[in-house]
C-alpha cells in the first residue's frame, strides 16, 4: 500500500519561508503525479500545486503563484514545497498526496483520485 509522510512545517513570521517535504514509499515514485493540498480550519481542502511523474510539469493555485515552488526527486521518492513570502492566510494543514492515473490540471482538484494521502502537517503564518 502506498504511503506519503509530509515534514517540515512549522510557525514563521509573515514573509518568512519554510521547505515541506513528503518521502514516499511502496510504490514506482516515477509513475506517481503528485500534489500539496491545504485546509484551514472550517474550510474546504484545496489544491496548492501538483507535479507531474517527472516533473516536466507543474501546476499552481492562484493565490501561491510566485511564491511556493514544487519539485520533486525521483531518486530519493521525495516531493518538496518551497513556500516563500508567506501570509497569514496561508495557515492550514498541508497534505501530500499521490496518484497514478491524475494528470493535467485536475490535479489540483482533491476528489481526483487521489490513491493515497499523508496524515498532514501544520504551517501557521502569525502576522
Known amino acids: 500500500q502506498v504511503q506519503v509522510v509530509e515534514s517540515g512545517g512549522g510557525l514563521v513570521q509573515a514573509g518568512g519561508s519554510l521547505r515541506l517535504s513528503c518521502t514516499a514509499s511502496?510504490?514506482?515514485?516515477?509513475?506517481?503525479?503528485m500534489g500539496w493540498f491545504r485546509q484551514a480550519p472550517g474550510k474546504e481542502r484545496e489544491g496548492v500545486s501538483c507535479i507531474s511523474r517527472h516533473g516536466d510539469r507543474t501546476y499552481y493555485t492562484d493565490s501561491v503563484k510566485g511564491r511556493f515552488t514544487i519539485s520533486r526527486d525521483n531518486v530519493k521518492n521525495t516531493l518538496y514545497l518551497q513556500m516563500n513570502s508567506l501570509k497569514p492566510e496561508d495557515t492550514a494543514m498541508y497534505y501530500c498526496a499521490a496518484a497514478a492515473t491524475v494528470s493535467g490540471q485536475w490535479c489540483l482538484l482533491p476528489n481526483s483520485g487521489w490513491d493515497a494521502w499523508g496524515q498532514g502537517t501544520q504551517v501557521t503564518v502569525s502576522s
Open positions: 511502496r510504490l514506482t515514485f516515477d509513475d506517481y503525479t
